[in-house]
């Protein structure tokens, strides 16, 4: 049988071939397989919130810092004069409302002098009616006492207009009062944000931020390496879908380890990709072609290891080998 095959090579390679395929699709139905995997790690990127120079770093490149660890600078001198400024923007403002409050008590001691005078006027005017009436007053008195009635009528009505305004200078003085609380909240958020510390515990990935580099509002200045929610993500070809399921079993290698084997679980399937490069990173996105040859889709798997090794360095985006058993 051997030597038949032999002396028809080409019968033999085809039959090696077909054996081989048929090999595969049947360990496909119970293993998958891919290089396509990489070690991640919550990545923490570190921007600055407020504009200025940088006056100073404080760490380096693959430096290990704790959470609350300053990490850099900017420099305060522009946001401590606001603050100061906006302090005497309050203090004025209280002051002014302070003025708009006497204002308001003055108002209140002429309108209650006002009506006074007016009712003493249309007294007067009462008294000098009567003694008309009966022939002891002349009609020159009865006009002073109108005219005076008249006269402390528009005084009141001055009086009591001026109180009104002096009230509203008291609402305004109450505004000027919370906008300069705001611009001093505000003031002292900016100048907090002059500092800027670790967040959590992680390593200082490369940066290319120097000092006295100008940062904008939104600027990335560095990222931070954590170790939280440590797992390699495995982009595993589409026809192994329907047969993956979270919590089965993983042996894999890393690319930082090699020649290690090891275990660890499903943890996460992506229910979908991106069909193009183009659209907004709210799924990923695989690409499907490597050179010209072009793959079937694939979707990131997440895989946790059941037990990181002591010792062993996290590298984030290092490379790893996945073999998931179904």
Same mark, same amino acid.
């Given at each position: 049988?051997?030597?038949?095959?032999?002396?028809?090579?080409?019968?033999?390679?085809?039959?090696?071939?077909?054996?081989?395929?048929?090999?595969?699709?049947?360990?496909?139905?119970?293993?998958?397989?891919?290089?396509?995997?990489?070690?991640?790690?919550?990545?923490?990127?570190?921007?600055?919130?407020?504009?200025?120079?940088?006056?100073?770093?404080?760490?380096?490149?693959?430096?290990?810092?704790?959470?609350?660890?300053?990490?850099?600078?900017?420099?305060?001198?522009?946001?401590?004069?606001?603050?100061?400024?906006?302090?005497?923007?309050?203090?004025?403002?209280?002051?002014?409302?302070?003025?708009?409050?006497?204002?308001?008590?003055?108002?209140?001691?002429?309108?209650?002098?006002?009506?006074?005078?007016?009712?003493?006027?249309?007294?007067?005017l009462g008294r000098v009616k009567s003694l008309s009436t009966e022939g002891f007053s002349t009609e020159a008195n009865l006009d002073v006492a109108t005219r005076d009635v008249a006269t402390a009528g528009a005084n009141v009505l001055m009086a009591q207009a001026q109180l009104s305004v002096a009230a509203r200078r008291v609402t305004v003085?109450?505004?000027?009062?919370?906008?300069?609380?705001?611009?001093?909240?505000?003031?002292?958020?900016?100048?907090?944000?002059?500092? *800027? !510390?670790?967040?959590?515990?992680? /390593?200082? @990935?490369?940066?290319?931020?120097? +000092?006295?580099?100008? #940062?904008?509002? =939104? &600027?990335?200045?560095?990222?931070?390496?954590?170790?939280?929610?440590?797992?390699? *993500? !495995?982009?595993?070809?589409?026809? /192994?879908? @329907?047969?993956?399921?979270?919590? +089965?079993?993983?042996? #894999?290698?890393? =690319? &930082?380890?090699?020649?290690?084997?090891?275990?660890?679980?499903?943890?996460?399937?992506?229910?979908?990709?991106?069909?193009?490069?183009?659209?907004?990173?709210?799924?990923?996105?695989?690409?499907?072609?490597?050179?010209?040859?072009?793959?079937?889709?694939?979707?990131?798997?997440?895989?946790?290891?059941?037990?990181?090794?002591?010792?062993?360095?996290?590298?984030?985006?290092?490379?790893?080998?996945?073999?998931?058993?179904?």
């Amino acid at each position: 049988m051997l030597s038949r095959l032999l002396r028809h090579p080409v019968t033999l390679i085809v039959g090696v071939a077909i054996a081989l395929f048929a090999l595969y699709e049947i360990s496909v139905r119970f293993f998958a397989y891919t290089s396509d995997a990489y070690v991640m790690s919550d990545i923490v990127v570190i921007s600055s919130q407020i504009e200025g120079p940088v006056s100073r770093l404080a760490v380096q490149n693959d430096q290990p810092v704790a959470a609350g660890d300053l990490l850099f600078e900017i420099e305060r001198t522009p946001f401590q004069l606001k603050l100061e400024e906006t302090q005497a923007a309050l203090a004025q403002a209280k002051a002014d409302l302070e003025l708009a409050h006497d204002e308001v008590t003055a108002a209140k001691a002429n309108v209650t002098s006002a009506e006074a005078v007016q009712t003493n006027a249309q007294a007067t005017l009462g008294r000098v009616k009567s003694l008309s009436t009966e022939g002891f007053s002349t009609e020159a008195n009865l006009d002073v006492a109108t005219r005076d009635v008249a006269t402390a009528g528009a005084n009141v009505l001055m009086a009591q207009a001026q109180l009104s305004v002096a009230a509203r200078r008291v609402t305004v003085a109450q505004a000027n009062i919370a906008a300069a609380n705001a611009a001093l909240d505000k003031a002292q958020y900016d100048l907090s944000k002059t500092t *800027v !510390a670790a967040p959590e515990p992680g /390593h200082v @990935a490369p940066f290319t931020t120097r +000092q006295g580099d100008y #940062l904008e509002p =939104g &600027s990335k200045v560095l990222a931070l390496v954590t170790e939280r929610r440590r797992r390699i *993500v !495995a982009n595993v070809a589409e026809r /192994h879908l @329907a047969r993956l399921q979270v919590g +089965q079993k993983v042996w #894999l290698t890393l =690319g &930082s380890d090699p020649w290690v084997i090891h275990e660890g679980h499903v943890s996460g399937i992506a229910t979908g990709v991106a069909r193009s490069p183009d659209v907004p990173e709210v799924v990923p996105y695989v690409a499907p072609t490597t050179d010209w040859v072009r793959l079937p889709r694939r979707f990131p798997v997440e895989v946790t290891l059941d037990d990181w090794p002591d010792g062993l360095r996290l590298f984030n985006g290092a490379d790893a080998r996945v073999l998931i058993w179904f």
